[in-house]
């Protein structure tokens, strides 16, 4: 669907309106380089103010072109872009690249102009990169249509890394240090103002695209949340990762983000929730990137998450050890046979307990150093192998050894470097070729390792495709309420998804004589149920702790009073009496975001709770398996699961809740605006919703 | 104190036991090394089985040398390494590098073996480096007492660091990176199994080496945590970081070391509030020592966190202003002067709000670029400036007029580049020759600057040496208590350091006719003393909320008739009332390390509070602006400082308490093992040390 953009990226022909010969300016270097850095389509220049430049005709207009193009690079001042715009859309050109700036990023009076320019790309039919960019770059049809350092140099390497930004300057940053680190890039657009072309069209092309491998985003924000959304789900069932660099998410770098594109960023929050629950790598500096990059170029997943470490340095061991259990990486011990088999490899000091240091000395001895590796490799219960390497004078022999084994195995190896990539350059080559990575930093090959089997892990379960199971209501809901729901109401709409609520009585006003009859056990809450009063407590409304018919008879006369003092003009509905629930309070919420979509979020319930931000969110819907998951998340789970000596909760009764409030919003998302259950009360008897607030809207 | 190490590292003559003519071999590589890499002091060789090796006499035997030398680099199998000493003790050579293995980390028959050795080095008086070690190396005079690769690479390029480690292999893969980035270090020392010299005693004489600007140490572990702190104080007053990579902090980790260099390992935590408090930067990967090492190399420091970015790319802006916010720096708005003078110098579209972005439009072009980045470091606002370079064609020129600039102020001021140090390499040495740091992975220059304002400010505030405000004991503490005190005891104990405790009543057993006159404002608590009923609350010997004389009455034989029951034989020494308190409840601890020293814990009460591990911990003893800083930094401060409209609690009060709670565990270092008071209740009256157990040890 996204298709067209194949034009955009591999032109037959290109014109440049705006074109010069100075190439210091934005007309002058996508001429340069398009006529000189391998393109082979043609290349049309268009400028009023000449017919020829360094021998090449030039056209007055994109309407005195001689033919159609498939492409225009487009570097007029801002107040001409839109004509000609329209002009590209007489001629048939379908894509361009929109070079121009001094629209809605410089304010007001560029507002202006996008909103002429947003007109032209409806009327005109052209799809395009920018406006406010530095344009598009494919190096496998040399395609060079844009201007600045990034432009100007000629010989990048190339490779499977396709690169998006929202930045054209700091896209320049990261492709110079990629470059230097063995990182190419096939593909880089700088997509500037998104007027119509956005970073999930490029994120859903490349996706496609089946030589690009990884694709690196450069994110301020996005509009649209489900989709990137979809795409984080796509990504996960083609099995290519998106790695996002996603700025702008403190106060300081969200107001200068503002000033800088001007995208909206929704809170970081939502975000960095679709990119837990889709094939995203969340990118925090640039050797993430980089050693993303690296590690996913082989297409060896990991099964788990044990982890062997040989090593041929002691400190090097402890350092990787440390960072494995940061990472939730473990280290299982080997079985006798592996222990067997290395017993005559290895010298008297050597350890072989994980991780497997294997001393300096032997590292310089082949075929020894290769044997012990292999036979760690082997061993079952290993799902992946990280190896420190030891800069010794056999290491060509060794990375020639190595490599045989790396490629006869399924298991992913990784080789933590101990001297530096250039230093290792004899030999590296080998051990790349047979698709071992290798790391430079020493902690960066855990963070890889990592990063492997995080991805690897969604990527199995979306093909196992647990289907959430549907909740459906048992009942329609009371969805006519203008402006919210009582209590009563809310707790309906809870009942009619199968959620427990109390046991309850409602006294209609006026009707208080039949209050006799009430067949609850005490003790009960007595609470009064009024449209006027969304402040029961402040009004004297809400009673607890009431334990016997009598106490109840006085409390409700006592309420009475005590809500027409409050405010005269209330109306009263009436009265509900509830049993009290006795447990672990929790807060359950469940909103619909007007870009992401659904959420739930669960949280423990308490100031400590509050204050330390224990909430644990995942967007809507889903079943009871993920709604486990999401409960046990919490860092308070352990007073769930029966702290100091308590009667652990049901957590399966929890969980089914979460899931029955997570189709309770996805079902409603025009209909319902958010839902809170405070306190959700849970003990070793299931669970409760003892207060349930719901707005419409 | 530690001058002696001179002769270590700079030796007029050095033997080498064991040596050989196989520079392969540990004996055979400094032999090579002392007398090819230009070493001009005397080198002896010595061994039994050579009368001459490469032309050199060889001698039979230490006792055989011609005449005294500073050093021996001892090589000889581990067995023959105590007669060796010896011999050297003989002979007068006060130091010696044992490169020798084969003793304590290879088990049960190594540590006998260093039992010997350890006899050795107490009789013959020799300072040794190792063993299990790679030695020794001092680029200033050219010593390369060692073997392996680090020794064999002899064009180091030198510098200001100073590396120990307790890793020989790990340290020289430091080295590498950092020489790779430009970072140079003059001396290196491997540590090994620290029988003799270890890593505190090289961090205090490299802290006292004028020409060392950075100490970075490897760590695994120590023995003498309070030296450890001491060092830490006086890198302060010397304005010098100790630059620690700790690793072995988890239990992967740690076991990894034990079967490494068999160091010991105390909870991390302890390292951790050590490193806070003193002059270390804690490195957790190889980037950070670099950095650290650039931005140290300069000796401006800021005055306070407030940072100004100018950047010439909107994305690097947003970036930075992100990882500003995390690391605690502030972007402060620029004044009006300085406003007006960016105004007539930027573009129409530059942002003056912080990051200020002056556009890429703008770097190209001189004097404004300069003018610009002069104006906002010279604004009264600013205490750093972080400066986003631009690869433009005048960076040269760019770099000049800058380094002109920054030399004349007395800010500090990083870069961050664009590109990479290869990249920049035309004009970088231009910027470093003026002590401006330049940094390479966008991120990093914000690590740096913090590391550079967080070391400023501890600094400053030794400087100003707050003493901590000696807090003098009212009466002797009943300190003759074998195993601890009961609870009329300990609140004795904090009674005499002024720490208030509850109103209270004790009724002696025999005496409860006295009863009568109980003057306590009731709610009151009733509890059984006696030195056999530690848990009291199995007993029945607590009672809480008793509101009347009566009902205290009526407890009282309760509690009799229940604790007897529970355990008939258990002394009674009576019966304790108590006040009750309402407040907010936290727990102070105290303990006395014996490696690092007396220590305070602070944390909140409840269970969630222990759950998320809401602690504070701080060395003792400390005055009230301490503790203070140690109580806000709770995150549960918020419920202190009144939260949901409680009133909020005396915090002057509270840290009184807790700096006396600091003065009582320092003052007993001997005699105290631990205090905990739990509860301490807080509240807008002041604090009362409700319960209190103390045990002597």
């Known amino acids: 669907m996204i298709l067209h953009l194949n034009t955009l990226f591999n032109p037959q022909s290109v014109a440049i309106v705006g074109a010069t ?49 498939d492409l225009a690079v487009i570097a007029v001042p801002a107040a001409e872009v839109p004509n000609t715009l329209e002009a590209c859309g007489r001629r048939g050109i379908s894509h361009a690249v929109i070079l121009s700036a001094g629209f809605r990023e410089i304010g007001e009076r560029g507002a202006a102009l996008e909103a002429c320019l947003q007109t032209a790309l409806e009327s005109s039919g052209v799809r395009a990169v920018g406006p ?38 700091f896209a320049y940053s990261i492709m110079t240090y990629c470059e230097e680190a063995g990182i190419g890039f096939d593909h880089m657009v700088s997509t500037g103002n998104e007027s119509s072309l956005n970073t999930l069209d490029f994120i859903e092309y490349f996706l496609e695209d089946e030589q690009t491998q990884l694709i690196a985003v450069y994110m301020e924000g996005i509009h649209d949340g489900r989709r990137l959304r979809a795409l984080g789900r796509r990504a996960l069932e083609t099995g290519k990762p998106i790695a996002v660099w996603k700025v702008g998410n403190t106060r300081a770098g969200s107001r200068a983000a503002v000033s800088h594109t001007a995208n909206l960023t929704e809170d970081y929050d939502y975000y960095r929730d679709a990119f837990r629950e889709g094939g995203f790598l969340q990118i925090r500096e640039i050797y993430d990137l980089i050693d993303a990059a690296r590690v996913f170029r082989s297409r060896k997943r990991p099964r788990g998450n044990h982890v062997a ?31 067997a088999a290395l017993k005559p490899l290895l010298p008297d000091f050597a350890s072989t307990a994980n991780p497997i240091d294997v001393t300096a000395a032997i590292a310089q001895k082949e075929p020894e150093f290769s044997a012990a590796t292999q036979a760690v490799l082997d061993d079952p219960n290993v799902d992946m192998l990280i190896l420190r390497s030891y800069p010794g004078r056999d290491a060509p022999l060794w990375a020639h050894n190595f490599a045989a084994a790396a490629s006869a195995s399924d298991k992913p190896i990784l080789i933590s470097l101990t001297g530096t990539l250039r230093e290792s350059s004899a030999w590296l080559p080998t051990l790349e070729a047979a698709g071992v990575p290798c790391f430079e930093a020493p902690s960066r090959v855990v963070y890889a390792a ?13 093909a196992r495709h647990v289907e959430a199971s549907r909740v459906i209501a048992k009942q329609a809901l009371p969805l006519d309420m203008p402006g919210g729901f009582d209590e009563l109401q809310g707790k309906a709409c809870l009942e009619a998804y199968g959620i427990a609520t109390p046991k309850r009585m409602f006294v209609a006003a006026g009707e208080e004589g039949t209050l006799q009859a009430c067949g609850l056990k005490f003790p009960v809450v007595l609470k009064v149920v009024s ?25 409700l006369v006592k309420m009475k009073q005590s809500v027409v003092a ?10 509900l009496i509830e049993e009290m629930a006795q447990g672990v309070e929790l807060i359950v919420g469940a909103l619909n975001n007007p870009s992401f979509g659904p959420l739930v979020v669960v949280g423990m319930g308490g100031v400590y709770a509050e204050l330390f931000k224990d909430v644990a969110r995942r967007y809507a819907p889903f079943g009871v398996t993920a709604a486990h998951e999401l409960v046990l998340s919490l860092k308070g789970a352990q007073i769930l699961q029966g702290y100091r000596g308590k009667p652990a909760c049901d957590i399966d009764a929890l969980a089914d809740a979460v899931s029955r409030v997570s189709w309770l919003i996805a079902d409603h998302i025009n209909r319902l605006r958010e839902i809170e259950i405070n306190p959700l009360i849970a003990s070793d008897k299931g669970v409760i919703a003892v207060d349930a607030v719901i707005s419409s809207g």
């Open 309 to 339: 470490i040989v090593t041929t340095s002691g400190g090097a061991g402890v350092l990787l050890a440390d960072a494995c259990e940061h990472a939730n990486l473990i280290l299982p011990e080997m079985t006798a046979p592996t222990l």
């Open 450 to 462: 990592a990063a492997l089997h995080e991805f690897a892990r969604k990527c199995e379960r979306t």
């Open 132 to 169: 406010n960019c530095v344009g598009m770059m494919n190096l496998r049809s040399r395609v060079f249509a844009g201007f600045g350092a990034a432009f100007r140099k000629t010989d990048w390497r190339g490779g499977p890394v396709a690169m998006i930004s929202q930045s054209g300057g």
């Open 566 to 575: 409050y405010r005269p003009d209330a109306r009263i509905r009436g009265w």
């Open 21 to 69: 010969q100075d190439t210091r300016r934005a007309g002058g270097q996508p001429l340069y380089s398009l006529t000189h850095q391998g393109y082979t389509g043609q290349v049309f220049a268009v400028n009023p103010r000449y017919t020829e430049i360094e021998g090449r005709a030039c056209y007055a207009s994109v309407d005195a072109l001689p033919q159609r193009c």
């Open 531 to 555: 449209p006027d009063l969304p402040h029961k407590t402040d009004a004297g409304g809400v009673r607890i702790g009431i334990t016997s018919k009598d106490e109840l008879g006085q409390a």
